[in-house]
């Protein structure tokens, strides 16, 4: 059986997930700008090795996250789904998951382009 409170932490959750996700993608970049200094300035090739490792690592987080977003999206989704099934439609909590839900979808929207 759903709550409102089951609403509101999944909600909490997709917010954190999409944190999680732009943070992810900015150290991407961040990493592969150091990578490409390194690169230019002649590093010392374990330096380099070292380095790309990292990149490599950070580029793995953000598929993962993105699994994990997917998965927070569908849960509350249904969550909301079965709220508003029982009755419940209206409050802070349901325009919050809304409004999450709204920019999810529009991240993966604007990321298949």
């Known amino acids: 059986m ?9 909600t909490s ?3 954190r997930i999409v944190k999680e996700l732009h943070s992810y993608e900015k150290e991407v ?5 150091k990578t490409a200094d ?3 300035k002649a590093a010392d090739p374990y330096d380099l090795k070292q380095q790309e490792n990292v990149l490599a690592e950070s580029r793995m987080m953000v598929p993962d996250c993105r699994k994990r977003l997917e998965a ?3 849960d509350i989704k249904g969550t909301l789904a ?3 099934e029982s009755g419940q439609k209206e409050g802070l909590e349901f ?5 999450i839900i709204a920019e999810v979808e529009k991240l993966f929207q604007s990321s298949e382009l």
Do not use: F, G, P, Y
């Open 2 to 10: 759903a709550t409102v409170r089951n609403l509101k932490i999944k």
């Open 72 to 74: 927070a999206l569908s």
């Open 38 to 40: 390194m690169k230019a």
């Open 29 to 33: 970049e961040r990493e592969a700008a």
């Open 95 to 99: 325009d919050d998951a809304r409004s």
């Open 13 to 15: 959750t997709c917010k």
């Open 82 to 84: 079965e709220l508003e």
